[in-house]
């Protein structure tokens, strides 16, 4: 029992060493029909008001495991701009991580007849982290805490994210790079990153049946590439989409997660669902983790609930979507 507490521990610290260094915690919610969770570049497509609202809790049934809270919204501001803000909570342990992204999106088009368009996006992002000393507690291996851990261990950073969107019909590739800026860091703490670069790649398309306008399959690919030492992960996704008359529609997919490096070995798989009525939108996803984890954990658990509002089309195709979800019919 001891050595699977010391597992957990090690990997826990892992997480907190690398996965609140200013990235947001990214499982599912961009499949949310929330495209903007990965790149500026998607700021005011579509013609209304997005508004999207996550909670993700991280390896249920692990004590202090990563729990996330992350709201979104964009919307056009002329005919071929957008712009956007997300806001964050996470808590890690004993680590919390807040942060506001401002973000602005510009929509070219490329050939009119094609239907091929660009997009360049910059977001401008404010980041705190926190250290919760005041929740150590002492041990039988530690009886006395260090008297050099006091005062309010909190760091905050600003950083740029930059990226750019290619639309051809209903083809779409999205690359970003986030934390453009490198952090300075402790000289007496030699595993502390400096680097916090992080590459993002987002492809796939929508099918839309000849002989059903009103159905949708969209298999998508996303790709994370950090900087600082060279890990990255694969996402496969695959999405059905059903519309009414109305616009409104739900849909149904998968998404299935591996480390580059353990090339089409399962790190988490999982079924997710989504619904939009009314303009009234709520989501759900589950992912397995398949790895040593499994079995002291039941599963991260991602819920998203949103809002499209103030519907107003735009005169130019650059900010029309790959797919009808983004349009009220």
Partial sequence: MKKIITYITVLLSITLSYGQELNLPVWTQYLAD???????????????L?????GLTQWVGIKNAPDNQSIYADFRISNKSGIGISAYNDKNGNTRQKGVKFSFAHHLILDWKSKQYLSLGLSYNINSFRIDIENFNTTYDIPILDPAINGDRAINNNNFD???????????LSFNANNLVSKDTNPFIAFEPSKLLNYQLYSGFVITPKHNKYVEFEPSVFF????SD???????NIKYRKFNHNGDYYWIGASYRFLNDQFLNPLNVG????????????AYSYQLTLNDLSGFNSGTHVVTIGLNLLQS?????????TSQSYYRL
């Fill in 271 to 282: 079924p997710m669902a989504g619904i939009l009525h009314n303009k009234l939108y709520f």
């Fill in 230 to 236: 060279r890990r990255s992960a694969t996402d496969i």
């Fill in 34 to 48: 929330n495209d903007f969770v990965i790149s500026p570049t998607y700021a005011g497509i579509g013609d209304n």
């Fill in 313 to 321: 089309a735009s005169n130019c195709p650059c900010t029309r979507g």
């Fill in 50 to 54: 997005k508004i999207r609202a996550n």
């Fill in 162 to 172: 930059a990226g750019f969107l290619y639309r051809w019909d209903n083809f779409y």
């Fill in 224 to 227: 994370q590439f950090f900087d």
